[in-house]
């Protein structure tokens, strides 16, 4: 992602890495951090999840690394980095729905341990960032900060008391109880974790707790962060 020989801030997108657990607000807080301040939008999660639905449609059991790694071969991606116009795509098919089904969020941690897949889906992320033609980019998932872009400029854990997130999805999901969403969350963080660490900040990561503010002070506390960081590299840039 980072050519050291290119002058800083000329061809480079400005890229804000948001790790943390499931329902903490990445994907809705990130967006809207892109949407303010006119820059792209990556959700890294609907790759692992596109996968997932891919491989469910072949009929593969995805707790089986190796019948996953059989269907990347024909795993044809796409996904828009607009904040206005999410879409994700397999094939012609548009799967921006369907890769949020319980069935699908089910299935993807199994896709999301298999490490030839976290490899090839991280090349594509990188890629994606670098063409994005936007100024910057808003890039959130479980190891953007850590392992996607350890580099980055910006690197944020957004997170919230267990007790929070289960609620806030709870809110979301009309088709299970609350205790089936939390107990699902919580199996699904679990699962993840085991993979990659997103529940602990990693050195010169900052934490943004979103417990106790509502969705509007969260962006702002993200952009907050954005703001001290870019300007203090502006200053160092011009030795102040
Ligand atoms: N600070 C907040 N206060 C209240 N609600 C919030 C806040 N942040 C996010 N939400 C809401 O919580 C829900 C979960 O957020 P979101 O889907 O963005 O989480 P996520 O971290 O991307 O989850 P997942 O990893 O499971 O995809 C959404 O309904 C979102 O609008
Ligand atoms: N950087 C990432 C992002 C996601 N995952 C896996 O994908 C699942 C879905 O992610 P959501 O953010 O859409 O909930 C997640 O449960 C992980 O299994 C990942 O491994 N790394």
């Known amino acids: 992602m980072t050519d050291p020989s290119a002058p800083a801030g000329v061809?480079?997108?400005?890229?804000?890495?948001?790790?943390?657990?499931?329902?903490?607000?990445?994907?809705?807080?990130?967006?809207?951090?892109?949407?303010?301040?006119?820059?792209?939008?990556?959700?890294?999660?609907?790759?692992?999840?596109?996968?997932?639905?891919?491989?469910?449609?072949?009929?593969?059991?995805?707790?089986?690394?190796a019948s996953v790694l059989d269907v990347v071969g024909d795993f044809d991606y796409a996904i828009s980095l607009d904040p206005d116009a999410y879409w994700v795509r397999v094939g012609q098919t548009d799967v921006t729905a369907a890769i949020r089904e319980t069935h699908v969020t089910e299935a993807v941690s199994g896709v999301a341990r298999v490490p030839a897949v976290r490899e090839s889906v991280n090349a594509l992320f990188r890629s994606l960032v670098d063409g994005s033609g936007r100024p910057?980019?808003?890039?959130?998932?479980?190891?953007?900060?850590?392992?996607?872009?350890?580099?980055?400029?910006?690197?944020?854990?957004?997170?919230?008391?267990?007790?929070?997130?289960?609620?806030?999805?709870?809110?979301?999901?009309?088709?299970?109880?609350?205790?089936?969403?939390?107990?699902?969350?919580?199996?699904?963080?679990?699962?993840?974790?085991?993979?990659?660490?997103?529940?602990?900040?990693a050195p010169g990561v900052t934490v943004v707790d979103s417990t106790d503010l509502d969705f509007d002070q969260t962006v702002e506390a993200v952009i907050g962060v954005i703001s001290t960081v870019t300007s203090a590299q502006t200053g160092a840039t011009h030795g102040r």
């Open 136 to 201: 910057g980019v808003v890039i959130e998932g479980r190891d953007i900060t850590t392992v996607v872009a350890p580099d980055a400029p910006v690197r944020i854990l957004l997170t919230a008391s267990p007790a929070v997130r289960a609620a806030r999805r709870s809110a979301e999901v009309t088709t299970q109880s609350a205790a089936d969403v939390a107990e699902a969350l919580h199996r699904r963080d679990a699962a993840d974790s085991t993979v990659v660490d997103f529940l602990t900040a």
């Open 11 to 65: 061809d480079e997108p400005i890229v804000v890495a948001i790790d943390g657990p499931a329902g903490s607000g990445k994907s809705s807080v990130s967006k809207q951090v892109a949407r303010r301040l006119g820059f792209g939008y990556l959700d890294t999660g609907a790759a692992y999840r596109a996968l997932a639905w891919h491989a469910l449609a072949h009929g593969v059991d995805t707790s089986d690394s």
